[in-house]
């Protein structure tokens, strides 16, 4: 079982940004499609970002195209999400997840119920 530590939340300005990591210990993630969910106050946890095993697939929901980039870097057993032009909506827990080998389609890459292991979250919280 892998084990994941997501950091790097806090507070921040509209228009401000963040740099969020996760680390993974207890096995490689190389062959890991990795992603991050969101969850806030209230309402249920949706899909951020996902990116392939190898970094050359990425995929992102529509409320967060062109601001949020999702990267990994592999030698450091790590997933980092770059959240740029933040809005007050963008306020939640992010949560990073795993799925060992590759999820082909993007519907199935949006699904919570495709990732078997979880981190504990970090707080993101977006105001003036």
């Known amino acids: 079982q892998v084990q994941l530590v997501e950091s790097g939340g806090g507070l921040v300005q509209p228009g401000g940004s963040l740099r969020l990591s996760c680390v993974a210990s207890?096995?490689?993630?190389?062959?890991?499609?990795m992603a991050w969910f969101r969850q806030a106050p209230g309402k249920e946890r949706e899909f951020v970002a996902a990116i392939s095993r190898n970094g050359y697939t990425t995929t992102y929901a529509d409320s967060v195209k062109g601001r949020f980039t999702i990267s990994r870097d592999n030698a450091k057993n790590t997933v980092y999400l770059q959240m740029n032009s933040l809005k007050p909506e963008d306020t939640a827990v992010y949560y990073c997840?795993?799925?060992?080998?590759?999820?082909?389609?993007?519907?199935?890459?949006?699904?919570?119920?495709?990732?078997?292991?979880w981190g504990q979250g970090t707080q993101v919280t977006v105001s003036s």
């Open positions: 207890g096995r490689t993630i190389t062959a890991d499609t």
């Open positions: 997840a795993a799925r060992p080998g590759t999820i082909p389609t993007v519907v199935g890459r949006m699904n919570a119920a495709a990732y078997d292991s």
